[in-house]
């Protein structure tokens, strides 16, 4: 009869490994320089109101498209020959503050660099080589701080969809909170391990 598990015949458990917990991350956005004198991008106050990065980077390349051969009635399944994207979109939602101006700071500093894109107020549209000049780093590590996972975005830039729509509700005591999606054309990822 085969024994039950036991703490000692675990690998993970006696060698006191830890669990990856999933609020153990930094975001540094280093946006355009044209936007980089906005108040919400003045010493790194974009990370104080991230609450939650979605869609981060994990097989790339494996898409759900598959490449099929018949013989007869069996078939014989092969990754693609080509990626189906090389580009990477994801999403982080921010909480949005008023300071002491009454300024939004988060949303105006997100908003004035979607505006590098097109400006919706002049009919102003701008270049790539404005609106994604910049970089986005998500961080993730554990406990003590020792990073074992680091994505850099760049070129990177708002969009293609709009900013989260606004709902304003009498019967909510909701915090306002801000999803935005960013498309990079290219990011590096650096494992512990890899």
Known sequence: M????HFKNSTAGPGKYEPIYLNQFEVIITPPTDVSCKPGFGNNMM???????????E???????VV?????FSQRVYAPARPSQTYHQFT???????????????YNALRAW????????TGRQGLKADYA???IQVSQFNRAGLIFRDFTFSPVFIGPAKMTETALDYTSEGIYKLTVQFTA??????RTGQ
């Not at 085969?2 to 598990?5: E, I, M, N």
């Not at 099929?68 to 007869?72: E, F, L």
């Open 185 to 190: 054309d290219a990011y590096t990822e650096t």
């Open 92 to 106: 982080i939602d921010f909480e949005v503050n008023l300071n002491n101006s009454n300024d939004m700071y988060i």
């Open 59 to 65: 097989y790339a390349g494996s898409g759900s498209a």
């Open 133 to 135: 000049n910049a970089t």
């Open 114 to 121: 979607a505006d590098l894109i097109y400006d919706p107020l």
């Open 47 to 57: 990370l104080e109101h991230v609450l939650k990065v979605s869609n981060l980077p």
């Open 2 to 5: 085969a024994g039950l598990p």
């Open 68 to 72: 099929v051969q018949n013989y007869k």
